[in-house]
């Protein structure tokens, strides 16, 4: 793969100046806006552009070598990069298994951590990101595992540095695939380091040289051929060559040195969180400084709690929680986001106040962005004839909304129709849901979640749709479905024919009899015609018969001259030497 073009990459916090988004793409601000003039805005040098309206400027200008990212300022993410102290102790690296599906991620972690796996991976996207920890040569290690790539994708758009390295698993019997490729791009993005796990040696297909060759031709050059990438063929399926794997990713860790700061106020990312009966929110954090002890205050976002309860990956009381180390907390008053970063605050008190100020700068946020996508998209004319999908979303934990949302809007309608989320959340179907669906086409989409009888009920009276799924691919088929009901049909036009009007013996207001020649092609019932006089259009008909010598005829043909009735929706004036031009006119369900 030829990367000769330097990638280039541009934060923005909330949104960006058109003058900074000029600078930071090395244009004039004149053309900038002559590019914003032409989807439709006019633009000042000092207006302000969201994240989405950069990235569509971005694709207009077709600079594929330029990455966008967001910074989440309200809970100060990706800003944040802590300078360690000469104190920082040395840290678990945190590794994130990636990779194309039935490469064998999952027997890989499996082997590794020991652990049967329970299949509740819905659909091959999880909901969520899982951690584990193991012990080797008695150091830990953090793993992280999500079946599909969107959460990793997700945090790492809130701006998040979540992973250390990420080992990326390739089958040797199949080589480098679109997944493969998604997380070479991943870990390139999130700055961390790629070991690659060439797996299924046992296979009888697998050929690791080919597979080092194509993942070669994909930016990765193996350290043996002189790259700077470890390969470790292993077979996870049989456990071998595991240690070599797990030696690798000790020995990046020593090189990077990784530490943290653990005299500081705890602080991490949330990475998964959903409310449970009985005992409310159950957030899963993974420490990424400082240590998380049982009774203290943590700030997320715009919520904050009391730690009430903390447990280890394997579901064992912890009372304390060292960098690098994932654990589940209870005691949030709301669900944090998924990504968002967690801190500690001294007191109660300090918690309710920052998560407050939290609150406040995320609307501010919202309020300092003028032009956003949906106003883009408006003013890029597709909008005058767009139509708007409305969908409700509600799912089991907080990651499978943000997964279902992201990948809804990663549905292309080539701008012929407006998703519209009018709201999100984790829950059961209720009755909020319902009320705010009824409207025209709004779908309601579950998933993993349930529908009380009562809802499905009321649903049903007022004409909602609502679809439960377990599977997300499954939920976004049908959503491209309903989106593609509501794409105008195309309509195909054939030419068939064309005739001379030679007589024209009755003309009401819904029908014409009439005879002529025709010049070409031939006519039969059911043809459209348009009436021609001039050059210039008249009107249009429908062939009801063709007729000869006063018979029905199935059809007359270039050459024949014959009789024709023909049905029209208002009185046409036919004249001889008028011309009618046959056709057909087929319309045809449009797919996306
Ligand atoms: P994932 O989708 O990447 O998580 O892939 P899985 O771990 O579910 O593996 C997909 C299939 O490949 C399963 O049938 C595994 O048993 C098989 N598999 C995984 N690793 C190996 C291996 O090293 N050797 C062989 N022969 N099969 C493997």
Do not use: C
Request: no cysteine; charged share 25%; glycine share 8%.
């Amino acid at each position: 793969m030829e990367q000769n073009q330097e990638e280039k990459t541009i934060q923005i916090a909330g949104s960006i100046t058109v003058d900074e988004l000029s600078q930071a793409l090395g244009l004039s601000v004149t053309e900038l806006i002559g590019t914003l003039f032409k989807n439709g805005i006019v633009a000042t040098i000092n207006q302000r552009l969201d994240y989405e309206t950069a990235q569509i400027i971005i694709d207009e200008l077709g600079l594929k070598n330029v990455k966008l990212e967001k910074k989440n300022t309200a809970t100060k993410t990706s800003d944040y990069h802590r300078e360690l102290s000469d104190k920082a102790v040395l840290r678990p690296p945190v590794v994130a298994v990636m990779g194309h599906v039935d490469h064998g991620k999952t027997t890989l972690l499996d082997t590794l951590l020991n652990k049967k796996t329970v299949d509740d991976e819905a659909g091959g996207i999880t909901q969520h990101i899982s951690a584990y920890q193991l012990k080797y040569n008695d150091r830990l290690i953090t793993f992280l595992d999500t079946p599909g790539h969107e959460a990793f994708a997700a945090i790492r758009q809130h701006g998040a540095l979540l992973t250390d390295i990420v080992v990326i698993v390739v089958a040797a019997d199949d080589g480098v695939k679109p997944q493969t490729v998604e997380a070479i791009n991943f870990a390139k993005s999130a700055n961390a380091k790629i070991i690659v796990a060439i797996n299924k040696i046992d296979r009888e297909g697998a050929d690791i040289d080919r597979t080092k060759a194509d993942l070669s031709s994909h930016g990765l050059q193996p350290e043996e051929w002189g790259g700077d990438i470890t390969m470790v063929p292993i077979s996870a399926k049989q456990n071998q060559n595991l240690e070599e794997l797990l030696d690798m990713i000790l020995l990046t860790a020593d090189i990077e040195e990784l530490k943290a700061d653990v005299d500081i106020p705890a602080e991490g990312l949330v990475i998964e969180s959903h409310m449970e009966t009985g005992k409310g929110s159950v957030v899963n954090l993974l420490v990424t400084g400082g240590e998380l002890k049982t009774g203290e205050f943590v700030v997320a976002g715009s919520t904050y709690g009391k730690v009430r309860t903390m447990l280890d990956w394997k579901g064992k009381p912890k009372g304390k929680a060292t960098p690098s180390t994932p654990v589940t907390i209870t005691g949030f008053k709301d669900l944090p986001n998924f990504g968002d970063r967690f801190m500690e605050a001294k007191d109660e008190k300090t918690a309710r106040k920052m998560a407050l100020l939290n609150a406040q700068a995320a609307a501010n946020e919202t309020a300092n962005a003028n032009v956003t996508s949906t106003d883009l998209l408006r003013m890029m004319n597709v909008a005058d004839n767009s139509k708007v999908f409305n969908v409700i979303v509600k799912g089991d934990v907080l990651g499978s909304v943000t997964s279902v949302v992201d990948n809804l809007k990663l549905i292309d309608t080539h701008g012929e129709i407006t998703l519209n989320i009018v709201s999100s959340g984790v829950g059961d179907v209720n009755e909020n849901d319902v009320y705010m669906a009824a409207g025209e086409n709004t779908v309601i989409y579950g998933f993993n979640v349930n529908v009380p009888i009562n809802i499905s009920k009321m649903a049903a009276r007022d004409n909602v749709p609502i679809r439960t799924y377990r599977v997300i691919y499954e939920l976004l088929d049908d959503a491209k479905k309903e989106m593609e009901n509501l794409l105008d049909a195309e309509i195909i036009e054939e030419d068939k024919g064309e005739m001379k009007v030679l007589g024209v013996f009755r003309t009401e207001k819904t029908s014409i009899i009439a005879g002529g020649e025709v010049l070409k092609g031939d006519v039969k019932p059911g043809f459209l015609a348009r009436v021609v006089r001039d050059k210039k259009f008249i009107g249009e008909a429908e062939v009801t018969s063709t007729q000869k010598e006063k018979m029905d005829v199935p059809e007359l043909v270039a050459g024949e001259t014959g009789g024709l009735a023909l049905k029209t929706t208002s009185k046409i004036d036919l004249q001889i030497n008028d011309r009618l031009v046959f056709f057909t006119r087929e319309t045809k369900k449009r797919t996306l």
